[in-house]
């Protein structure tokens, strides 16, 4: 049994910060990518930003230069720093990882977290 554990989400004022963490716990070999996605009310789930094993990342247009993702793969962990907050970054944030159990996993299976609310306020 694997779990995402997300923590960090709130109110901030727009130009404010928050930073998202997500652990990741239970039968874990291996962990391929790790990211974040979000989804506002009545809209689709978005990619917001990953990173890869070997560190390589990816952004949504509308968050470079803003948000910064990291890893940190003795924690099995990965973060979320989320600067200069606008109101339209306000979404349910979920973590994401693509994680093989056992050794004897033929693939990175898709794992995802509980979601954690980020409200920004004009």
């Known amino acids: 049994q694997v779990q995402l554990v997300e923590s960090g989400g709130g109110l901030v004022q727009a130009g404010g910060s928050l930073r998202l963490s997500c652990a990741a716990s239970?039968?874990?070999?291996?962990?391929?990518?790790m990211g974040w996605y979000r989804q506002a009310p009545g809209k689709q789930r978005e990619l917001v930003a990953a990173v890869d094993s070997g560190s390589i990342t990816n952004y949504a247009d509308s968050v470079k230069g803003r948000f910064t993702i990291s890893r940190d793969n003795a924690k099995n962990a990965v973060y979320l720093q989320m600067n200069s907050l606008k109101p339209e970054d306000t979404s349910v944030y979920y973590c994401n990882a693509k994680i093989a159990p056992t050794r004897w996993s033929s693939i990175h299976f898709n794992y995802w977290g509980q979601g954690t609310q980020v409200t920004v306020s004009s």
């Open positions: 239970g039968s874990i070999f291996s962990i391929d990518a």
